[in-house]
């Protein structure tokens, strides 16, 4: 993964800035991974995408991520730490392209869905339909090929449990309360986004202030690590 320096971060949440959620996990996802076309990222298992962000965030903001939650019972607040490394390991590497389901004389093969699978299906009138015909590869009941329409609900359920499991991080958060578990999920590429836009507004209003005091252009001032930067700060403030 290669990481890239504050301007090119900022580029990037400037051009977030004016997308919806499916635009920004786009961008951060080149920013992840820059080697990569958007046409092959868009085309990558989501899974794979959600791993790749854990990693970038680790990258960026460190390991420990602080996640807040209401319990659904008592309505305490909650507070716990997630590793960003562990949960990006976890994700990565499962290595299918494909899932296969076998039930009551049905076959079926379904390719993992990518982004691109997945903002298609829903704008569709109905989403899992549209979904399974375009990922699915081949479909036989009891020796003769049939269409993803004709799938009955009960094997298309087992193809979607089936599909992606990194695609969904649920947490089961025990109250420290009232004892009760509360599932929640962590959409990561909402989490890292909020993490960069805070990030980005700070960094802006440190390039005023040195720019302010010093005359420096935003170039300049971004050049400087973030160490020097503070530094300069500190010197601005007991003037």
Do not use: K
């Not at 635009?23 to 080697?35: N, Q, V």
């Not at 309505?75 to 730490?81: K, L, R, V």
């Not at 959409?187 to 005023?208: G, N, Q, S």
């Amino acid at each position: 993964m290669v990481i890239t320096g504050a301007a090119e971060l900022l580029a990037a949440w400037e051009a977030g800035l004016g997308e919806a959620p499916v635009g920004r996990a786009l961008l951060l996802h080149r920013t992840a991974r820059p080697d990569v076309g958007a046409e092959r990222l868009s085309a990558l298992p989501v899974g794979e995408r959600e791993a790749d962000l854990f990693a970038l965030r680790r990258e960026l903001f460190g390991e420990r991520m602080q996640v807040r939650l209401a319990c659904g019972a008592c309505g305490e607040d909650m507070e716990f730490d997630l590793d960003a490394g562990e949960l990006a390991g976890s994700l990565g590497g499962r290595g299918e392209s494909a899932v296969r389901v076998q039930q009551d004389g049905w076959e079926v093969e379904f390719r993992l869905p990518g982004v691109a699978d997945l903002t298609a299906a829903v704008r569709a009138a109905h989403p899992r339909t549209a979904l399974l015909a375009r990922c699915l590869v081949s479909a036989v009941h009891d020796g003769t090929a049939v269409t993803a329409g004709e799938l009955p609900a009960p094997v298309q359920s087992r193809i979607v449990e089936a599909a992606d499991p990194g695609a969904d991080l649920a947490l089961n958060v025990a109250c420290p309360e009232c004892g009760q578990a509360t599932r929640a999920e962590l959409d990561i590429a909402t989490y890292l986004w909020t993490e960069l836009d805070a990030w980005a507004r700070d960094v802006l209003l440190d390039v005023h202030l040195l720019a302010t005091a010093y005359g420096w252009s935003e170039p300049e001032i971004l050049a400087l690590s973030p160490t020097r930067r503070r530094y300069y700060l500190e010197l601005c403030a007991d003037v």
